[in-house]
């Protein structure tokens, strides 16, 4: 997800400590790619869990003009690239494919150039065309290979996926509720607030519980609890955490404002706020975030950090300074539900 780039960086380096960052570009311009190399396996890769989607590069052009010969170019690249040809033979052998393989071409585009999309899907067709003949058939949905070309203002990047939507949409979730987090968001805050076994986690406000889900994800904890004010959310929260997952979390109904846990006995608090748009509205906002944020000091234990999601930046932020044992030790701007919010950790000192 654009935003969380930086943030999916620090897990890589994490899980895979011989990861080097490829062009800073695509980290800097939150265009949703982290491009690194490493010599990982393709199963380790799929196991990330602040990303969406796993590629392997299959070509990249550093420096377009933003005018048709791009296209030729991008074709060319496709057609006789050896990045290409040596990716996609590595792939067949790793599919097992003993019949005709199958394509489908994605085509993503940013920037002003004097082409449409549609002209960079097809050019992407006659590349691969070129290249195999009728040995590739396209496909609609379900490829062997999915090619996605990704011009992203100067810079032309190909890659082959390696995920499938399993990866995106995982958790097999039996009820979505209005705002729900997109796992991989959830993640990514599950992720700054630094798990740990010893951990006593609260999700105060779990809606239908993708944040506690991606903490059990993440490994053991001393305890793991979710409250949410809505009878409905914590039915969707207990659909969607099966039978396993409710063995492990406790959850209790109740608002942000008096949370379930006596003073100084959380250290971990992680937390998709009401941004006043689909959930709440400006008044109930304006009167929750600065008893929201009392309560978080009151529960946090020293050194404790809470990880916070919102769009109503200036709220929160003042709510925080309101709280002299809170301080704010880094944010990440982030596209959520359309439009930009921001991750705040903010650590209890003293």
């Keep these: 997800m654009p935003g969380v780039e930086k943030i999916a960086w620090q897990e890589i380096q994490q899980r895979f400590p011989q990861a080097t960052l490829g062009e800073y570009l695509f980290v800097k311009d939150q265009n949703g790619i982290v491009l690194f190399d490493d010599d990982v396996s393709f199963k380790d890769l799929l196991t990330l869990r602040t990303a969406e989607d796993v590629f392997i590069r299959a070509g990249h052009i550093p420096r377009l003009t933003y005018d048709y010969g791009d296209l030729r170019q991008i074709e060319r690249l496709i057609q006789e690239g050896d990045e290409f040809g040596k990716i996609t033979h590595i792939l067949t052998s790793y599919l097992k494919l003993t019949r005709r393989p199958t394509f489908r071409i994605v085509a993503r585009k940013t920037g002003d150039h004097r082409y449409t999309r549609a002209h960079l899907e097809k050019a992407l067709e006659l590349g691969i065309q070129r290249r195999f003949g009728k040995g590739w058939r396209q496909v609609e949905e379900n490829a062997d290979f999915e090619v996605w070309g990704n011009i992203l203002g100067p810079v032309f990047l190909c890659g082959i996926r390696l995920s499938d939507r399993t990866m995106r949409h995982r958790h097999n979730r039996a ?20 798990p740990h076994p010893h951990d006593v986690f609260l999700d ?17 904890a001393q305890s793991v609890r979710g409250a949410d004010v809505a009878p409905e959310a914590l039915r969707a929260t207990r659909a969607n955490l099966g039978k396993k997952g409710r063995q492990r979390v406790q959850l209790w109904q109740g608002d942000g404002e008096h949370l379930p846990a006596r003073a100084g006995s959380v250290n971990k608090i992680v937390c998709n706020l009401p941004f006043g748009h689909q959930i709440g509205t400006p008044a109930q906002i304006k009167r929750l975030y600065p008893a929201f944020l009392a309560e978080v000091a009151r529960v946090l234990r020293p050194g404790g950090k809470a990880v916070l999601l919102s769009s109503e930046f200036d709220r929160l932020k003042e709510a925080i300074r309101q709280q002299p044992s809170l301080t704010i030790g880094e944010g990440h701007s982030i596209a959520v539900l359309g439009k930009w919010g921001r991750i705040y950790v903010v650590e209890k000192v003293g």
């Design 175 to 194: 009820i979505e509720l209005p705002a729900s987090l997109r796992p991989s968001v959830a993640a990514a805050m599950v992720f700054l607030s630094q």
């Design 204 to 220: 105060p406000m779990c809606g239908s519980g993708t944040i506690l889900l991606e903490r059990l994800a993440f490994g053991d």
